[in-house]
Every structure is written in C-alpha cells, then in structure tokens.
C-alpha cells in the first residue's frame, strides 16, 4: 500500500506543487509588508494568519492526494448532496459582514462554498463521464444545468455573486470538452449576450450580425433559424425597454442584488485607487513597503480582493508578469493533463479545476485593474483567507491526484 | 464509470488553449498599459492622493499713521475646514461640531455648501473660533474624520478712529468674486480681500504671499508627517502701509463732524500729505470683521443718509461762493479788472429780465475787490464775471484740476462737472443758454458740481501759490502735481490777501475759522451753496500759516446752513489742533 501510494507520489506533476508554492510565498511576502507597516500586532495580521493557515492547507493537499481516485468517483454524488446541505447552514447562524457565508467553527469562521466549488466541478465530471454518448443533444445539457443551478444559487442567496458566478464558469468548458456541439453552447449563451450587448449600441449590432453568421453557417430549419435570431433581437430590444420602465429604487434594488455594497461612488472610489496603485508601481514597483496607496490606506481590502495591486504598486510590473506567467503555465499544465488523461472523467476534472482557476485568476486581475465592475473574489495562493488557501490546495491534490495517470 | 476513455478533439484541446492564452493576455496587456504606458499618470495620481498642500495664510499688511501708531491690525481667529470626500457622515459630523462650538449645524451645513469646491478640496465649514472652542473639537477629532482647523488672520481696529472711508474694508472671496478676479490663482473661496478705500486700492502690496506645507495624509485624512522631497514654502506678510493721516487730528475732526453729514479734510499743500480724512456719516470699520452681523450691515447699507459713501471723493456739490476765487483769479490774470473799482451793493442786481440777489438783503454798500471776497458780496460777482468768457471761466477751473480726478490713491473718485460751451450747448441747445448763467457759475451754483477732494487740491494750489504736492495717504517721495496752474505773481499774492482778510476783516464771513494764535495767519473763504434738497450745504475752506508750517481744511457740512457760521468753526479746532497740539493717544487709542 505504501509503496503504491510511494509510487502515485512520485508520479504527480509535482511542478503544479511547486507552482503554487512560489504563488503562496509571493502573497506571504506582501501580506508581510501590509503586516509590518500597518499594525503593531504581528500575530494578528493577516501574514501569520495566512501562515498559520498553510499547515491545514498542506494537510488538505496531501490528504486528497492520497484519497484512491475511485473511492472519489464513487462517493461524489454523496458528498455533493452533502455540501449542498452545508451550503444552507450559514442561514441558521448569524450574519457575518451581512452575509451568510460563514460557518463558525470555534475561533474559526469557515466557507462551505469553497469546497462546493470544486466537489460540483467533480460531479459534473461524473455525470459527463457516465453520459457520454448523448452529448449531441441539447437536452443532455438540462441535468448539468440543473447540478450546477442549485447551490450557485444558494451561494448568490448569501449574497456571493462573486462564488455563484465561478461555479457556473466550468459548466461550459466542461461540456464542451466532453463533446458538446459548439452550436448548442452558443444557443445556451446567445440570450445572456443579447440581453448584455443591448445597453451599447455598436456591441449590440456586432453581437446581432455574429449570430446571422452562426446560424448561417449552422443551418439549422429556417424557421428555427429565424426564431433563435428574432427572438434574441426581441429579448435584447426588449431589455432596456423593461429596465427604463423601473422605477429608480427598483434599478438600485436590482444593482444591489448583484453587487451587495453597491455605492456607485464607492465602487468607483475603489477602483480607481486600485489602479492608481497599479499603475504607479510602474516597472519595478516603489519597493517592498514603500507602496504609499497601501500603507496610507488608500487601497481598500488589500490583504483578499486587492492584494494584487498591492504587488502592483510595490513589486511592479516585473511581480505580475511572473505571477499572471505561473498562473498561465499552472492552468495550460492541468488542460494539457485533462487532454492526455486515459480516462474521461479524470480529463473531465482536469478541465473543471482548470477553468475554476483560471475563473478567479481572470474576474480578480480584471478587477483590480478596472475592466470590469467590483466583485469581491480572493486570488488564489495569494490573497489572505484560510477557507480559501485550503481550498486552493485541496484542488491541487485533486489535480495531482486525477493527473497521476496521464499519458503524459 | 472510469473507464469511459478519454476521447477529446485536439481541436478542442487547442481552442480552449486559445482561449487561456487569450484571457491571460488581455490582462497582461492591461497591466503593461497601465504600468508603463500610464505610469506618469498615475504616480502623479497617487502623489495627489498622498500628499496634501495646507495653506498658510499670509498676515495682511498693517496700516499705520504717520506717527507710527497701528490703525489697522491683525488678530488670530482659527477656521474650521473639512474635505468633503473624507467626511463619511455629514450630518453627524455637523451636529458633532455644532455640540463643540456650540454653533447651529444649519449655518455650518450652509457654509459648506457655500464654500464647497471639489470633493477633495478642504471646505470651510466656520470662521472666527475661539482657542478654546478649537480646543474642544480637538478632543472629539476622532469623531470628525475629515476635519481640521488652521489659523486665519483677522483685521483689528486698535483706534478709536473709524476711518472708514479711506481704510476700507475686506470682503470674503465668495464664488462670483473668484470668477471675476483677473488672476484667480492668488485667491482661495474664504480669502479676504480689500474691497473699498486703501485696502482695495494697496491690494497687492497688503495682501502678501500665502505659503504651503506638504504634509503626507492617509486614506482618512489624518495627517501623517512632512513630506520629505517636497518643499515647503513660507507665508510672506504683506507689507505695512504707512499713512500720512494723524491719527489725534483725525480723531478730533471725526469728533466735530459726529453730529452732521458732511466732509472735513485736513492736508499739507506742500507735500500734498493728508492729514485727516473724514466723510460723515461714517461706521465703525470693525463690522465688516468677524462675526459680521447681517443687521448690522443691512443697518449700514439701507441707512438713507448712505455711510457707505465716500464723500470726499465721490460726493458732487455745488462750490458755491469758495468759486467766487475762481472768477477773481480769472479777472486778475486777464487784466479784466482794478481791484479798487468799486460797484454798489444794494442788495438786489438786474440783469435782463432777472433780479439777482445778495445774500445781505440790505446790501453791501460800496464794494472793492478785496471786500467782495472778503464779505462774498454776489452782487459785485454777478457784475464783474460779466467781464469774462465761459471758456476763460471754465479755463481756470481746468487749470485747479476741476471736471478731472485728482489722482488721490482711492478707487472710485469722480470727476464732477465744469460746463464748458459744448456742454451747456449740448444740456440746454445752442440757443438755450445766456451770460445769465455765468453769473449762477460766478457763485458757483447752477451746472458746476465739484468733489470735496478737487476743493482739497484747489485750496492747497492757492496756499501754495500753484505749488502744491500731489494728494496722498500713503508715504511717498512728496511728488508736485504734474500741470501746476501758471498764475502772475501778482495775482497769487492779491488772492492770498483777500482769502486772509476773509478770515481777519472783522466783516469777513470766514473770522471764525480763526483760532487767534499768535504768528498763526489764517485764510480761506466760506460758501453756502443752494441745493434742491433743503438747507444750503455750508462750506469752508482755508488755509492756515504759521513760519515754515502750512496747512489747509476743507469743511463742508450738507445742509449745514452758512458756511461761516457752520464750517469755519470747524476749521478753527483743526488749526488750533493742528498748530498747539494736544496729545490725545490715550482717548484715541484702545488700550490693549
């Protein structure tokens, strides 16, 4: 048993390990510089917390390392069900921060809907692996739909549309890598971008020629043709129209709904510090300790959501172009495992973790440089958070677990 | 099941590697472009953020007397300011202030609105705060986030002299004002700003140069250090301005004016120095400082006998008879007449189909020249300015600087009128108009209006012989007026004897302008000038000689009634004053 555990060990795309591991000392480092200059306690700032913290994580990497890969295949459903009956949990506490995500463990608050993200990622692997053949329909798309609707939902109830928002990014990749038409997927995704692309004219008429080229080239029936085209033309004419009719109290309710703290002032305020601090890092960064956005507080949230641009200002542009490298060469390593996988659920897996990553990587880097609205999401490795640095190292076991027996 | 194989499209494989590198490449690209494309921008940005520019407000200049003496000071007051970005809670942190200084929050809430100018900008919330009202917002700062405090100088009056007219006063630069001021980067919203008098007139020399500190601020506001690199620059005081006033002079002819409407101006005709300047009514300067109160003002500014008006410079009158020196003068230096002709005064003159009267209904008897002046007799007037031209007339009152301003350094002075023939051609038509108005200008009524600074000038030219210094408040190198009037000497000479036998003749309207002081000559000439709006306004003015000092006044009381009986009197403290001084510094000046 040892020997064959010994033998998995070995075997493991061990760079993935060490990937994160520079990753995580990146984040320790610049915790330390908000620590060092900002408080006086050491052992309550958030850089020995994240230290204290890595022991567990280690723990949790190489407990689901160990774990025989089909004993997870085989209880996943279970602990899928599991997870969503935690996920309601947090509604029988009390409110943290005003929201319901956490689940007090003695001195320790902890997230369910870290672990939900990728325990759903591998049910739907499951269920994509076992359904393999029916993949051509559109209708084999409704129960994935389903597994991942219910707890997004559930999490976007917290209020997290940050966490909703992720779980439902691998659903995609996923489908298309188990065979999904890309037809379909665009069926699937047309409404959305027709509803978005409405509120800008030129986007809305660039969106509406790509989809007569689609369905030309698809050609489907015409009358098919022509009710996908019409109706997505009538959803996105239709969109404004409905948010113009509302009343100004009703608009903000609904902004508020997707971003909790939703003060167009604040918001702002907050990116534009954050890419003040960015942009004056310059190349090589003001210096460790030197950020004057960080220390004088400018930067909100610096140690979770914003601690990028804390890199950004004090380590330069040199830091992030090696952290925004090892995040691409980590991702790109899991997609090249998913595809040299033997088997189709582990491949399936692969993809889920990988677009899961690359889903935080992407929504906090675009953030924090102000490409796209505020939504609290951690970086993984390198923001602070004990839930979420377990988490992270508990897909990497999970990745090197899957990963194991890989053509490769 | 585990063993479904793995079966993927190496398409598939390479889109979705498409899409990574893709993704990752936007962001890459957004940072390079932010870091190094944009980095001016914003390490100038995070500069801004960092760095706060306090002003310090530069102590206006003092005003002084000619002795010295401060007639205008300055006084720490502290303002409150607060910026508008790092207060979280207005309304809180409004009532908390209000609690402080007790102060209602409506005027602190309305102040702010009044004073915002960007988020970012420190706003004034209250002016005029106590050290000790300071001192109790000091100890809740931690409750004012975004708040501070700096120090602000006031002015103070230390005299008992208001010297309203000529001191001014300052005005807040509120928003209209900014958006007019030519160069707008000196002033700040709250600044003062010298509006009226020598303080608008000396703006820029009184105003000083405000300086700055760097300081180094957090997210809050809160200051953190001085910001090394950065260098701070000090306040520059503005500099004293040194009047020529006399503060015990001024002081005594504010006195005497105190119960009437009207102007008394004391000057050296040599040097052009003005020695005490006084238009009533008049206010007490300090109410345009500090806590001014809107009644106050309002009771300033509706006041129908108007003391926001500077008589002296902007007050038109009629001259009436002190212009009869106008006619002698032109007669003598045209060789129009023989001072020992004599006319016969009997009260009443015809001319035309109009019956001039002398204001001694009984009349004058036989008339010369020197008793014509001396006793103001209209009708030796009404005859003999028959002898001249309106131009010739109208000439000399050019030549003494009439229908110009004189150049006083005040704002706002007026030119009166000299009618000349365009101007009653223009007023009355080419055929509207006769010799029979220049018997009304003879005694300086009808069209000629004159400023009570020109009859300054005017009396000055004569006691000097057209030798007369250029009018001043403020030390200077004692310049002669440019464009002296050319008289004979002669003529000088006979105007000065007839000017002094108005004030010795024992029938002379002017004797009680004189103090009788021994060695002291006295001259001058009264008015009393008709006007349509009651009473005659009484004039005197005169000058007064004693060895090597010289001096002259100007009085006129509005309504006053006879300029002999009303304004000479007046004349009389001054010269007395003026040439016996009696130290008066304990009742003029506050003590400390």
Redesign the interface.
């Known amino acids: 048993m040892f020997s064959i555990s010994g033998n998995r060990f070995s075997r493991s795309p061990f760079a993935i390990i060490f990937a994160s591991m520079v990753l995580t000392s990146i984040g320790l480092f610049s915790l330390l510089s908000i620590s060092v200059h900002q408080s006086s306690d050491i052992l309550g700032s958030s850089f020995f917390k994240q230290l204290v913290f890595l022991g567990p994580s280690l723990i949790g990497l190489l407990t689901v390392i160990f774990i025989p890969?089909?004993l997870i295949?085989k209880y996943i459903f279970t602990m899928y069900f599991i997870v969503i009956g935690v996920l309601f949990l947090p509604y029988f506490g009390r409110t943290i921060a005003g929201t319901y995500r956490w689940i007090e463990l003695g001195p320790f608050g902890f997230q369910p809907s870290e672990f939900a993200k990728w325990i759903i990622v591998i049910s739907l692997a499951k269920y994509l692996?076992?359904h393999?053949l029916e993949m051509k329909n559109l209708s084999s798309f409704f129960f994935p739909l389903i597994m991942v609707v219910i707890p997004a939902v559930v999490i976007l109830k917290q209020p997290d549309l940050g966490t909703a928002l992720v779980i439902f990014t691998p659903l995609l990749?996923m489908l298309?890598?188990a065979?999904a038409r890309p037809y379909h997927i665009f069926l699937f995704l047309a409404p959305l971008l027709s509803v978005l692309t409405a509120f800008h004219t030129l986007s809305f008429s660039i969106w509406g020629v790509f989809m007569i080229i689609i369905i030309f080239f698809e050609r489907p029936k015409l009358i098919f043709g022509l009710v996908i085209y019409f109706s997505n033309l009538f959803l996105g004419l239709l969109a404004p129209m409905f948010w113009d009719s509302l009343k100004d109290y009703q608009q903000n309710r609904i902004l508020a709904f997707f971003d909790q703290k939703l003060d167009p002032l604040g918001a702002a305020y907050q990116i534009i510090?954050s890419?003040?601090?960015?942009?004056?890092?310059?190349?090589f960064g003001k210096g460790w300790g030197a950020g004057?956005?960080t220390h004088?507080?400018?930067l909100p949230v610096q140690e979770s959501d914003f601690i990028l641009s804390v890199i950004?200002e004090e380590l330069?542009?040199v830091f992030?172009?090696v952290i925004?490298l090892i995040?691409?060469w980590m991702?790109?390593k899991m997609?090249k495992l998913?595809?040299s996988?033997?088997?189709?659920?582990?491949?399936l897996v692969l993809?889920g973790i990988?677009s899961l990553f690359?889903a935080h990587?992407?929504v906090n880097?675009?953030m924090t440089?102000g490409?796209i609205p505020v939504k609290g999401l951690p970086l993984p490795f390198i923001s602070s958070g004990g839930s979420f640095l377990l988490s992270c190292f508990m897909m990497v076991g999970i990745v090197m677990n899957v990963g194991v027996d890989s053509n490769e | 099941m585990l063993k479904a194989k793995n079966l993927v499209s190496k398409l598939r494989y390479y889109i979705i590697n498409g899409v990574v590198i893709f993704l990752m490449l936007i962001l890459l690209s957004r940072f390079f472009y932010l870091q190094i494309f944009r980095y001016e921008k914003y390490i100038q940005k995070a500069e801004i953020n960092r760095i706060r520019a306090v002003t310090i407000n530069a102590p206006r200049g003092l005003i002084l007397d000619r002795n010295g003496k401060i007639l205008v000071d300055n006084y720490p007051t502290y303002i409150l300011t607060a910026i508008p970005g790092e207060m979280e809670q207005k309304e809180k942190i409004f009532n908390t202030i209000s609690q402080c200084t007790g102060i209602d929050s409506a005027i602190i809430a309305e102040n702010f609105r009044k004073y915002y100018r960007a988020k970012f900008v420190p706003t004034r919330l209250i002016k005029d705060l106590t050290f000790q009202q300071i001192s109790i917002l000091e100890e809740n700062k931690l409750d004012l986030p975004g708040v501070n405090y700096k120090q602000f100088p006031e002015r103070y009056y230390p005299s008992r002299i208001n010297g309203s007219h000529f001191l001014g006063y300052l005005k807040e630069v509120d928003k209209p004002i900014l958006e007019k001021l030519r160069d707008p980067n000196v002033y700040e919203l709250g600044d003062l700003i010298g509006w009226s008098g020598l303080e608008k007139f000396y703006e820029s020399q009184l105003r000083g140069k405000r300086g700055v500190k760097y300081l180094e601020v957090d997210a809050l506001g809160r200051e953190m250090e001085e910001v090394k690199g950065y260098k701070n620059r000090r306040s520059e005081p503005g500099a004293d301005l040194k009047l020529m006033i006399d503060a015990d002079l001024q002081f005594l002819m504010e006195d005497q004016m105190k119960d009437y409407r009207g102007i008394a101006v004391i000057s050296n005709p040599m040097t052009g120095e003005i020695l005490a300047y006084v238009s009533k009514p008049d206010y007490p300067p300090n109410i345009f400082t500090g806590k001014m109160l809107k009644d106050d003002w309002n009771e300033v500014r509706n006041d129908p006998h108007r003391p926001l008006m500077d008589r002296v410079i902007t007050g038109l009158y009629p001259p009436g008879s002190t212009f009869k020196i106008i006619t002698v003068l032109s007669l003598l230096e045209e060789n129009l007449l023989d001072p020992s002709n004599e006319v016969e005064c009997s009260g009443s003159y015809q001319f035309g189909d109009r019956i001039f009267r002398c204001w001694n209904e009984t009349g004058h008897g036989s008339v010369n020249l020197q008793v014509g002046v001396a006793q103001s007799c209209n009708i030796y007037f009404y005859k003999m300015v028959q002898r001249l031209s309106l131009v010739q007339w109208a000439d000399i009152c050019f030549d003494f600087g009439f229908g110009q301003k004189t150049g006083i350094n005040l704002p706002y002075e007026k030119t009166g009128i000299i009618p000349t023939e365009k101007y009653m051609n223009r007023k009355y038509g080419k055929w509207g108009w006769s010799r029979g108005n220049l018997l009304n200008l003879a005694l300086g009524q009808g069209d000629v209006l004159v400023t009570p600074i020109q009859m300054v000038q005017f009396i000055n030219q004569i006691a000097t012989h057209g030798n007369a210094g250029e009018l001043h408040f403020v030390k200077n190198d004692n310049t002669k007026k440019e464009n002296q009037p050319q008289l004979s000497d002669n003529t000088w000479n006979k105007i000065e004897k007839y000017l002094l036998a108005t004030v010795s003749d024992d029938r002379g309207t002017g004797r009680a302008a004189d103090p009788k002081i021994k060695g002291l000559r006295i001259g001058g000439k009264t008015g009393t000038a008709e006007n349509p709006h009651g009473d005659p306004h009484a004039w005197f003015i005169g000058f007064g000689q004693k060895e090597n000092k010289i001096v002259t006044t100007v009085i006129l009381i509005e309504n006053g009634g006879h300029g002999g009986e009303i304004a000479a009197p007046i004349a009389r403290r001054a010269y007395s004053q003026y040439f016996l001084p009696k130290t008066q510094s304990q009742m003029v000046f506050k003590t400390p």
């Open positions: 890969k089909y295949h692996s076992d393999n990749p298309y890598w065979g510090q890419q003040t601090a960015i942009g004056s890092g310059g190349a004057t956005q004088l507080k400018f950004g330069g542009f992030i172009l925004i995040f691409t991702i790109l997609v998913g595809y996988s033997k088997d189709r659920f582990s491949g993809i990988a690359l990587v992407f880097t675009a440089v490409m």
